[in-house]
């Protein structure tokens, strides 16, 4: 379907087209024609499916053709980084390029130039704000943000936010709002927690689920089995061996690990920038614009950058740590091999990460290849099995199965020759002296007064 045919303005089409967008994404084409209709929606799909505009193009379109109030905040749009706030926030702007709708993205990790513009924004009442929910708060706290004329309420990404503990903060903010709003909400899965939202939130929802799609065929998905000591050594083999100058990617499962992994590759003069939560908002910037222009062609990150990031031309996706659900792999993975190019995802399993890579390859449907180890990493790891093997104790030989039925007979003591001549007196006056006291407790004998010192 093209984008014509969802009615929509000629000043849209324009901006659409000059967006190089040409026909609509399965999400689109369903969910558009049920917000101009005015119904609340629950859609399901994972990102990179176009979600963002599914939910911009009507919402535009409806508040610069009607008579919405230009002095308050008409819509909110509610998501759970600053990296995808940034993202939707660029979006928007190329959507309403030819039209009158006025926009502000609300995140933390700023400065003070950039905190009085997103107040400016709230208090004068911008057409659509987009914000994460923490910093909405914040704003909120100070008294100058009016909600109460807000008739789109977005959620998206509901079930990372949910993930990152903002289900109280979401419920704040959903309590500002009127209650006749339009409410749409926007998730990759579906699990229970984000039901109970959509229970609490919704109004009659009209449901828009998009099957998770399999990675695209043009990626190669490989692995490795290795021990976690060898992840490193293998890691820094395969940058050797790939085209310099490409984009790499490598996912860890913790921001910790991230900063161990990015200062070892360091050292080992290697062009390394990391991503994670504790960096400041000019720090993301500054990483991303390296990362995107090709300074930094290697990115340590965990899951923060595996959605919301756009970027066409990376070659080569590692997953340093086996994600734990088989639908963040297909998030990971399909940073590469995007915009119909071909791309290369690696995943190091260790032993304990074997349980999450079967069910990762019970969800792709079909087992990935195993590279074997290079043979200076594959004789390292025979010979730390050797020794383990070497220092691990003695199995106990198992007593033979009829045998160990049998119950032991006890052995009695054989009486010596000379038990006569061995026996212990046992007369009554040896006991008393070896045990005066409780003869005395018994009334037997008396016991010796103290001498006095004189």
Not at 329 to 340: F, K, L, N, S, W
Not at 359 to 378: C, R, V, Y
Request: charged fraction near 30%.
């Amino acid at each position: 379907m093209n984008f014509e045919d969802l009615y929509l303005s000629d000043e849209l089409l324009d901006a659409i087209e000059a967006m190089h967008f040409r026909e609509c994404t399965p999400i689109q084409e369903q969910s558009i024609p049920v917000i101009q209709d005015g119904r609340d929606l629950i859609a399901v799909a994972q990102t990179g499916t176009g979600k963002t505009a599914a939910y911009l193009l009507p919402v535009i379109d409806e508040i610069a053709f009607h008579d919405y109030s230009r002095e308050h905040i008409n819509c909110l749009v509610i998501a759970p980084t600053r990296e995808l706030v940034q993202q939707i926030d660029q979006q928007m702007q190329g959507f309403s390029y030819f039209l009158d709708v006025s926009c502000s993205a609300i995140y933390g990790g700023t400065d003070g130039k950039v905190y009085g513009q997103q107040k400016q924004g709230l208090a004068m009442g911008a057409d659509v704000v987009i914000g994460t929910p923490g910093r909405l708060l914040a704003h909120m706290s100070m008294g100058y943000v009016d909600l109460s004329h807000v008739s789109f309420l977005i959620l998206d990404e509901a079930d990372r936010m949910l993930d990152m503990g903002f289900y109280d903060d979401i419920m704040q903010i959903v309590n500002a709002t009127p209650r006749s709003r339009q409410t749409l909400l926007f998730s990759a899965t579906m699990p229970p927690k984000i039901k109970k939202l959509a229970k609490s939130i919704l109004n009659d929802p009209v449901e828009v689920k998009i099957a998770v799609s399999k990675p695209a065929e043009k990626i190669d998905q490989r692995a490795y089995i290795c021990p976690e000591e060898a992840k490193t050594p293998l890691l820094c083999r395969l940058f050797a061996n790939s085209p310099e100058g490409k984009r790499v990617i490598v996912f860890a499962s913790s921001k910790l690990k991230v900063k161990d992994l990015a200062r070892t590759l360091r050292r080992m003069r290697l062009n390394v920038a990391e991503m994670h939560s504790d960096l400041e908002q000019n720090e993301r910037e500054e990483v991303m614009l390296g990362f995107k222009s090709g300074r930094t062609p290697i990115l340590v990150a965990t899951d923060i950058v595996a959605r919301g990031i756009d970027i066409d031309d990376i070659a080569m996706v590692v997953n340093y740590d086996v994600p734990h659900d088989p639908e963040d792999y297909i998030h990971r993975i399909g940073r590469t091999a995007r915009a119909d190019a071909e791309g290369t995802a690696i995943t190091l399993v260790s032993g304990r990460d074997s349980r999450r890579f079967r069910e990762i390859e019970s969800f792709l449907g079909k087992p990935l290849a195993k590279d074997p180890l290079p043979d200076d990493l594959a004789a390292h790891e025979r010979k730390q099995g050797d020794a383990d093997r070497r220092r691990r104790p003695p199995r106990k030989k198992k007593p033979d199965t009829a045998q160990a039925r049998k119950p032991a007979k006890p052995q009695e003591k054989a009486a010596p020759e000379n038990a006569a001549a061995t026996e212990k007196p046992k007369d009554e006056a040896s006991r008393k002296r070896r045990r005066p006291w409780r003869n005395h407790r018994r009334g037997k004998q008396t016991p010796p007064a103290p001498e006095k010192n004189e």
